[in-house]
Structure formats: C-alpha cells, structure tokens
C-alpha cells in the first residue's frame, strides 16, 4: 500500500489533461520524481516511496489516463513530455534539481523529455529501469518463438488487445508473472502488481499500447545529457537486457547497467531495495553535488 501523500494536488499539462501528482516526505529535502509505466499508476512505487520519504521530497504522478489522472484524447510521446514538464514546473522551485527515476512507459517519458528545457532545468541525474527506446514489439520475447515476422504479429496482438483483463484470478496472475516478472517472484508481489495493472483501464491500456507500438525514442538517449543509470532484469520480456545495453551505449552521461539476475520487467516491484538504493545514490552523489556548486 502506497503511504499517503504529505499533500496531493492536480497538475494541468500543455493540452488541458488534469494529473494526479503526489508529494512525500519534507519540504526541505533533496527532491526525487518517479514516473511510472504503461497500465501502472503512482502505487507501483510504493516500495520506493516508503523508503524515501523520510528524508527525501518524492513526488510521484499518474500518467495521463493512468490511476487517478483522467482519460485524455490525446497519447503520444509528445505528451508524455508535455506532462512531465509541468509536473517539475508544479513541484520544484526554479533551478532545483531533481533526481527522476523512470520505469518502463515513465523512462520512455523521460527520454521523450530529453530535449525539454523543464528537464534540462530540474534533472540532476536520471535511472531507467527496465525501458527501451525503439523496437519493443520486435524485440519482445513475451511470445516463446524464434523472432521473426510471426513473433512480431503474434506480440503485437497480444500486447494490443482490446479484452479486458477481467478479475485477478490466479489464472490472471500466472499469466502477468510470465509476462512481466521473474519466476520467483513472491505471490504477494504477484498480486500487488496484478491488481495495479487490472486496473487500468482497457480503452487505455490499448491506446498505449499503439504508441508503444511506434516508438522510436533513439534521438532522446542521445539529448540525455545528464548523468544516467540503467537497471534491468535478465528475464525482462518486454524490454530485454538488449534494450537497456542499446540505451546505456548511447547515452552522453551513461553511468552503466546494473543487470538483476532471474528478475523481470517489473524491478521496482521485484527488487524494491535495490531501486531505492540506486536512487539514493544518484541523490548523494548529483543533487548534492549541483546544489554545492
């Protein structure tokens, strides 16, 4: 269960949509911003929030159409971008610096926000755990066959389907573990990551979906300039290992990958301690540092 929130407030992005953003812990203290993933919400940070808020400033936010942000006509990349830079004009004061964490859906975000000059104004460093910047539906080993055109389809499909997902059923769980997580995942954590992403809606899961589908975020690896660290599991199935090497190679600023033997696709969740940690670090090492200069 995610902590309750110092205070909550609604952000207004560049085309009207209404966000839900959440702030915990003191006023005072080193800022941390968490963006979250497709068919996720700020709950899936509950683990980091609960071991931040104690003496960082952790401001996490639902995604346009995601928990409790509103339905939006729009989805793209751009914005994405859009909400993530008033989220940071609505929370930190001019020049603060920030460390953003993004997972999945929320790195793409970051680096669709590369460029920004809201990000390049907030962000102290970056971590991207378990994300991609192209080619996810190719990659994607979700469906257990050699790639190909026919895994492609076959992904595309599955990834973009219009059924609800339905209740949390234990058939519903065992197919998010293999999806989404590591085989020895705890069935709690099962269970805490089902119920989050049943409940997204399914008219957004899918419109997502599309732009997943599309993107081709490279030119944004590259405009992240800020120092980066890149997290992911070995058995990721929808952004695999390759796609965390691909991101880390081109980065300007990369800090390297930290590969979690046996995880999968969800290491907030998975590794909770370890995430946290490496944000902590980021903050130590960055926010310190810029705010020392």
């Not at 979700?142 to 026919?150: D, E, S, Y």
């Not at 705890?186 to 899918?206: F, G, M, N």
Request: with cysteine; charged share 20%.
């Amino acid at each position: 269960m995610t902590p309750a929130a110092v205070r909550a407030l609604t952000v207004v992005s560049a085309d009207g949509s209404r966000l839900h953003v959440e702030v915990h812990g003191p006023d005072d203290a080193p800022a941390v911003v968490l963006a979250h993933g497709w068919t996720c919400s700020t709950a899936f940070w509950a683990a980091q929030i609960q071991g931040l808020a104690a003496d960082h400033r952790v401001i996490a936010y639902d995604q346009r159409g995601h928990g409790r942000s509103p339905v939006s006509a729009v989805c793209s990349t751009d914005a994405l971008a859009d909400d993530l830079e008033a989220v940071l004009e609505a929370t930190l004061a001019t020049g603060e610096k920030a460390v953003i964490a993004g997972h999945s859906m929320g790195g793409m975000t970051v680096l669709a926000a590369a460029a920004r000059p809201k990000l390049r104004e907030h962000a102290a460093a970056v971590l991207l755990c378990s994300t991609g910047s192209s080619r996810l539906v190719a990659e994607s080993t979700v469906v257990p066959i050699r790639p190909g055109r026919l895994r492609t389809w076959l992904t595309r499909h599955i990834l973009g389907a219009r059924a609800p997902l339905g209740p949390v059923t234990p058939v519903a769980k065992k197919i998010l573990r293999y999806a989404t997580m590591g085989a020895g995942s705890a069935p709690h954590l099962v269970e805490s990551c089902a119920r989050i992403v049943h409940a997204c809606p399914r008219r957004v899961r899918h419109s997502w979906s599309q732009v997943l589908d599309r993107l081709d975020l490279d030119h944004g690896v590259r405009e992240l300039t800020v120092p980066t660290a890149v997290v992911v599991g070995t058995g990721d199935r929808l952004t695999p290992p390759v796609h965390a090497h691909r991101i880390a190679a081109a980065l300007p600023h990369s800090l390297g990958v930290t590969e979690l033997p046996g995880l999968g696709h969800m290491t907030p969740v998975e590794a909770p301690d370890l995430v946290t940690g490496r944000i902590r670090e980021l903050v130590t090492t960055y926010t310190q540092l810029k705010e020392g200069a």
